[in-house]
C-alpha cells in the first residue's frame, strides 16, 4: 500500500482555543485503498476529516490530498475529492434526474457527461422508472446509494464517507459496501468513517482516534491478532475505554 499515495497527513492538529481536537496525526493512504477512519465521539475523527476536505484550516501540520495542500489549495482538494455525509447528501425537493444535474454542474462536468452518466447511472441502480420522482418519495436505502453515487458522480481520485449507512437494515448496507469494493476497483480511494464494527472488518486498512491521537492503524487482521481480539468491536473497545473525553 505504499504506492501511489494519495492522502498524506504529517503532524496534523486542529486546536480550538486550549482544547486540543486532534493532536499531531499521521497517516497516508494509498491510491484504490480503504481506509477506515474510527473513534468514538468527541476522539476528533469529524475534525480531522474536516481538515481533509479543506473545510477547516489546521493550526499546525500538513496535509495534501489528492496532491494539493489542504490548508493553501482547499478549493482544488475539494474539487478533486467526493463528499457524503448521513446527514446531507441530496435534495429532498428536487428529482433523482434533477439532483444529477444539479451535482453535475457542480463537479463543472460537460452537459455531455452528465447526460451520459445520468443513463449509465439510473440504469446501475435501477432508477430509471423513478428518474422523475421526488427524491423525498425513495425508501432510505435507495437515497443512500443515489448519494454514494453522486458522490463518485465525476469520478473523484478521493471520496470521503462520513457515516454513510446509518439507519439502513442490514442487506442494504451490504449493496452499499458492493458499491464502494467497485468504486476501489476503479482506483477511487474510500476514506469512510462508520459506527458499525462489522463494517471495519471491510476496510483494507483501519485508523482508530483516541482523544485526538491516532492510537491505532493496520488491517483489521493485525488489529484483531495485536489485541488478542476476536472482533473489530471489541479492539475499538479496548481502546475506547482508554478516552478520557467523551
Known amino acids: 500500500m505504499n504506492d501511489n499515495i494519495v492522502i498524506r497527513v504529517e503532524g496534523l492538529t486542529k486546536q480550538f482555543g486550549n482544547f486540543v481536537a486532534v493532536n499531531h496525526i499521521s497517516f497516508d493512504v494509498s491510491q484504490g485503498e480503504i481506509f477506515g477512519f474510527l473513534g468514538a465521539n468527541g476522539a476528533g475523527k469529524t475534525t480531522a476529516m474536516r481538515m481533509l476536505c479543506g473545510l477547516s484550516v489546521p493550526t499546525s501540520g500538513h496535509a495534501t490530498v489528492a496532491g494539493y495542500d489542504v490548508e493553501r489549495q482547499p478549493e482544488l482538494v475539494k474539487r478533486n475529492i467526493g463528499y457524503m455525509s448521513q446527514k446531507f447528501a441530496l435534495y429532498d425537493d428536487l428529482t433523482v434526474t434533477e439532483n444529477l444535474r444539479l451535482f453535475g454542474g457542480i463537479y463543472r462536468m460537460s452537459r455531455r457527461d452528465i447526460k451520459l452518466k445520468t ?14 420522482a421526488m427524491v423525498r418519495s425513495l425508501p432510505l436505502g435507495w437515497k443512500q446509494k443515489l448519494a454514494f453515487s453522486l458522490a463518485i458522480f465525476h469520478e473523484p481520485k478521493i471520496v470521503f464517507l462520513d457515516e454513510p449507512t446509518g439507519g439502513v437494515d442490514p442487506i442494504t448496507r451490504r449493496q452499499f459496501w458492493e458499491m464502494i469494493y467497485r468504486a476501489a476497483d476503479r482506483g477511487i480511494t474510500v476514506f469512510v468513517t462508520t459506527h ?9 486498512r483501519v485508523s482508530i482516534m483516541v482523544d485526538g491521537h491516532i492510537k491505532a492503524l493496520d488491517t483489521p ?5 495485536m489485541f488478542n481480539a476476536p472482533t473489530m468491536y471489541d479492539v475499538f473497545l479496548a481502546l475506547a475505554r482508554q478516552a478520557t473525553r467523551g
Open 221 to 225: 487482521a493485525m488489529l484483531k491478532q
Open 196 to 204: 458499525y464494527m462489522d463494517e471495519a472488518e471491510y476496510c483494507d
Open 119 to 132: 443513463r449509465q447511472l439510473l440504469t446501475e441502480l435501477n432508477l430509471t422508472n423513478e428518474r422523475n
